[in-house]
C-alpha cells in the first residue's frame, strides 16, 4: 500500500542549529516525493520535488531509495522556517498524491 | 495569475443541508485535485479530475460525496446531508500535468 510517515507531529530546535524532518515511504514503484510548506496564515506551496535535486530556502531533501526515505535537511535553522511541513509522494505516471500527517517545526530564538 | 481560487472560505451549514464547495483552478491548469483534513491530521487524497473527467475518485466516501470540473466554471465538491463528521478544511489543487501541485486557501466546513 502507499504510505507517507512523517513520525514526529512538531519539532523544535533553536535557530541556528541543524534541523531534519523525517519521511519514509512505502511505495513499490518508483514514486516522486515532493515537500511541501505551509506557513502561518497561508496556503501550502510547494517547497521542492526529488528530480529537481534543487535546495529552496537552504532545505535540500535526498531521496534514498534503499531507506525509502526522503528527509528534508536544513544546516542552519531560521526562524522564519517555522511552519508546517508535509512530505508527498506521487506514483510516477499518475497523479494520486499521498501526503504525510506532517510535521511543525519550530524555530526558537 | 490569481493562483487557485476557493470560496467560499468559511461555510456553515445545518445536519442534512447540502454544501457546495468551488475551486477555480490557477490559468492554464486543467488537473484539478480535492484534500479533505480533519483536525490534527493530514492531507487525505479525495478525487482527481480534468476537464468533464473523474480520473480517480478512490478518496471519496461512497455516498453523499460528488465532484464535477465541468466544461465551464469552477470545479466543484458537492456534499449532500450533511453530518457533523464532516466538519474539515477542504483544499482545492491544481497543476498543468504531472508534477507538483499549486494549492488553494482552503475551504472550512462547520456543521452545526
Known amino acids: 500500500a502507499q504510505r507517507v510517515t512523517q513520525p514526529e507531529k512538531l519539532l523544535s530546535v533553536f535557530k541556528g542549529a541543524p534541523v531534519e524532518l523525517k519521511c519514509n515511504y512505502s511505495?513499490?514503484?518508483?514514486?516522486?516525493l515532493f515537500w511541501y510548506v505551509q506557513y502561518s496564515r497561508q496556503r501550502l506551496q510547494l517547497l521542492l520535488r526529488?528530480?529537481s535535486r534543487e535546495s529552496i530556502k537552504g532545505f535540500t531533501a535526498d531521496l534514498n531509495k534503499g531507506e525509502t526515505s526522503f528527509h528534508l535537511k536544513k544546516p542552519f535553522a531560521q526562524e522564519e522556517d517555522s511552519a508546517m511541513y508535509y512530505c508527498?509522494?506521487?506514483?510516477?505516471?499518475?497523479?494520486?498524491?499521498?501526503f504525510g500527517a506532517g510535521t511543525r517545526l519550530f524555530v526558537k530564538a | 495569475n490569481a493562483g487557485v481560487m476557493q470560496n467560499p472560505r468559511h461555510l456553515v451549514r445545518r445536519r442534512g443541508q447540502e454544501a457546495r464547495l468551488r475551486c477555480s483552478p490557477m490559468?492554464?491548469?486543467?488537473?484539478v485535485y480535492w484534500y479533505r483534513q480533519l483536525p490534527e491530521e493530514g492531507l487525505k487524497f479525495m478525487v482527481y479530475?480534468?476537464?468533464?473527467?473523474?480520473?480517480?475518485e478512490s478518496g471519496m466516501p461512497k455516498e453523499r460525496f460528488s465532484a464535477e470540473f465541468p466544461k465551464e466554471g469552477p470545479s466543484i465538491l458537492r456534499i449532500q446531508q450533511v453530518v457533523r463528521g464532516d466538519s474539515a478544511a477542504y483544499f482545492c489543487?491544481?497543476?498543468?500535468?504531472?508534477?507538483?501541485?499549486?494549492f488553494g486557501d482552503g475551504t472550512r466546513l462547520s456543521i452545526l
Open positions: 489543487a491544481s497543476s498543468p500535468g504531472q508534477g507538483g501541485q499549486h
Open positions: 511505495y513499490s514503484g518508483s514514486p516522486e
Open positions: 526529488h528530480i
Open positions: 508527498a509522494l506521487t506514483n510516477t505516471g499518475g497523479f494520486k498524491t499521498i
Open positions: 490559468k492554464g491548469h486543467s488537473h
Open positions: 479530475l480534468q476537464k468533464e473527467n473523474i480520473i480517480d
